[in-house]
């Protein structure tokens, strides 16, 4: 199968992220064993997912990974002019859900794996296909896990392909999320102050959200930070929702807080300040009537992507692509996760990702046609 091949049959699984990637990935397992390569699963803990990965070349450390996600967000309420599971190309461009974002790298590095299967490396080479990565990254941690645990032999330097253009990007913002349960006390809203009206109590932890980015926006961002778009850490509520009538004190609201950290600002540091802000207003609730509170687990911690001193995955990829370029973006990525657990990590991929989520979501042919030119250029580093 050609790189072309392999995308439209991995586009054409609805892998949307509240649903099962298992046919996705039965697709790349079996492909990868037409072509005499094995491949390990990960199962989610609830099975309906997986992830994989695998592994080709001489059964040593030193060689590649190639990580990429499953997963893509939905497409419902999207105003797409064409079927948004299968690639139609029109004026030079690739359309499809996840074309972008990011199965134009997954179907790349598929390819990649049988190229260097048939042609034999010096270096191995590895694949690393997770699922959740829209969710909040949170499938990839126990398969890189796994693969250390199980043996698979610690490549050197991972390459993240997320879209960038093929640009090299050495550094990304962290997030975290949590989801936030309000737990009011109803009463006739008439006589609301003998109540505890969830909305309104959670509206004071947006409001402090809202001061947390007019300081930040205030402070003149140094080094790495300035780089980025915007150079500050941003604490956002995309969603919410509760109450029952407009006249009873809302006995429930749930919301999302999640934080956007610059490299240069400790997670750890801004999850205290939001647990004692929660702390603070949860106090005052309970004054009211002892019943109510504030329930706010974590649901997902992406650790940002620092630029490495003479890190190997970034010499080797400036010199794949020529590009030399400082570059540093604001999504989070599963690079900070490879980072942590101590590889060597960049994000490199074909695509916008202005693209990315869109209706009508694309990959330029000519972007496509770039990745398959550095997976070529990479096989050949391989065998150097």
Same mark, same amino acid.
């Given at each position: 199968?050609?790189?072309?091949?392999?995308?439209?049959?991995?586009?054409?699984?609805?892998?949307?992220?509240?649903?099962?990637?298992?046919?996705?990935? #039965?697709?790349?397992?079996?492909?990868?064993?037409?072509?005499?390569?094995?491949?390990?699963?990960?199962?989610?803990?609830? !099975?309906?997912?997986?992830?994989?990965?695998?592994?080709?070349?001489?059964?040593?450390?030193?060689?590649?990974?190639? *990580?990429?996600?499953?997963?893509?967000?939905?497409?419902?309420?999207? #105003?797409?002019?064409?079927?948004?599971?299968?690639?139609?190309?029109?004026?030079?461009?690739?359309?499809?859900?996840?074309?972008?974002?990011?199965?134009? @790298?997954?179907?790349?590095?598929?390819?990649?794996?049988?190229?260097?299967?048939?042609?034999?490396?010096?270096?191995?080479?590895?694949?690393?296909?997770?699922?959740?990565?829209?969710?909040?990254?949170?499938?990839?941690?126990?398969?890189?896990?796994?693969?250390?645990?199980?043996?698979?032999?610690?490549?050197?330097?991972?390459?993240? !392909?997320?879209?960038?253009?093929?640009?090299?990007?050495?550094?990304?913002?962290?997030?975290?999320? @949590?989801?936030?349960?309000?737990?009011?006390?109803?009463?006739? /809203?008439?006589?609301?102050?003998?109540?505890?009206?969830?909305?309104?109590?959670?509206?004071?932890?947006?409001?402090?959200?809202?001061?947390?980015?007019?300081?930040?926006?205030?402070?003149?961002?140094?080094?790495?930070?300035?780089?980025?778009?915007?150079?500050?850490?941003?604490?956002?509520?995309?969603?919410?929702?509760?109450?029952?009538?407009?006249?009873?004190?809302?006995?429930?609201?749930?919301?999302?807080?999640?934080?956007?950290?610059?490299? !240069?600002?400790?997670?750890?540091?801004?999850?205290?300040?939001?647990?004692?802000?929660?702390?603070?207003?949860?106090?005052?609730?309970?004054?009211?009537?002892?019943?109510?509170?504030?329930?706010?687990?974590?649901?997902?911690?992406?650790?940002?992507?620092?630029?490495?001193?003479?890190?190997?995955?970034? /010499?080797?990829?400036?010199?794949?692509?020529?590009?030399?370029?400082?570059?540093?973006? *604001?999504?989070?990525?599963?690079?900070?996760?490879?980072?942590?657990?101590?590889?060597?990590?960049?994000?490199?991929?074909?695509?916008?990702?202005?693209?990315?989520?869109?209706?009508?979501? @694309?990959? *330029?042919?000519?972007?496509?046609?770039?990745?398959?030119?550095?997976?070529?250029?990479?096989?050949? #580093?391989?065998?150097?």
């Amino acid at each position: 199968m050609t790189p072309r091949d392999l995308l439209d049959r991995l586009v054409g699984f609805p892998t949307v992220s509240r649903d099962s990637n298992l046919d996705l990935i #039965d697709f790349a397992e079996s492909y990868l064993a037409d072509h005499g390569i094995a491949a390990t699963r990960v199962p989610s803990p609830c !099975g309906q997912k997986a992830a994989l990965y695998a592994h080709v070349g001489p059964e040593q450390e030193g060689g590649l990974v190639l *990580s990429g996600h499953t997963d893509v967000v939905p497409v419902d309420g999207q #105003d797409w002019s064409t079927d948004p599971f299968t690639v139609t190309e029109r004026d030079g461009r690739l359309y499809g859900r996840g074309t972008c974002d990011m199965k134009g @790298f997954d179907a790349l590095a598929l390819h990649a794996m049988v190229q260097a299967k048939r042609r034999g490396v010096k270096r191995p080479l590895q694949i690393a296909l997770s699922y959740d990565e829209e969710v909040g990254c949170t499938g990839a941690p126990p398969m890189i896990d796994h693969m250390v645990a199980h043996g698979m032999p610690r490549a050197s330097a991972a390459i993240i !392909g997320e879209p960038s253009m093929m640009q090299v990007v050495t550094g990304h913002k962290g997030g975290i999320g @949590f989801d936030v349960r309000m737990r009011g006390f109803e009463v006739h /809203s008439s006589l609301m102050h003998t109540g505890v009206n969830a909305i309104m109590e959670g509206a004071r932890l947006i409001d402090w959200a809202n001061r947390m980015n007019a300081e930040n926006a205030a402070k003149a961002p140094a080094g790495i930070d300035a780089g980025f778009e915007p150079p500050w850490t941003t604490v956002h509520v995309g969603m919410i929702q509760g109450g029952t009538a407009h006249n009873i004190t809302a006995r429930d609201c749930r919301f999302m807080v999640t934080f956007r950290i610059v490299p !240069g600002e400790s997670i750890a540091d801004w999850t205290d300040r939001f647990r004692a802000e929660v702390a603070r207003i949860a106090a005052g609730m309970q004054q009211v009537h002892p019943a109510t509170g504030i329930d706010a687990p974590q649901v997902f911690h992406v650790p940002g992507l620092v630029p490495e001193a003479a890190g190997e995955a970034e /010499s080797l990829v400036r010199r794949l692509t020529g590009d030399n370029a400082p570059h540093v973006v *604001s999504y989070g990525t599963e690079a900070g996760q490879f980072q942590e657990r101590g590889y060597s990590a960049v994000i490199c991929g074909p695509g916008n990702i202005a693209q990315a989520h869109q209706p009508d979501e @694309f990959i *330029s042919v000519d972007q496509f046609r770039a990745g398959e030119a550095f997976m070529d250029r990479l096989l050949d #580093d391989l065998n150097a």
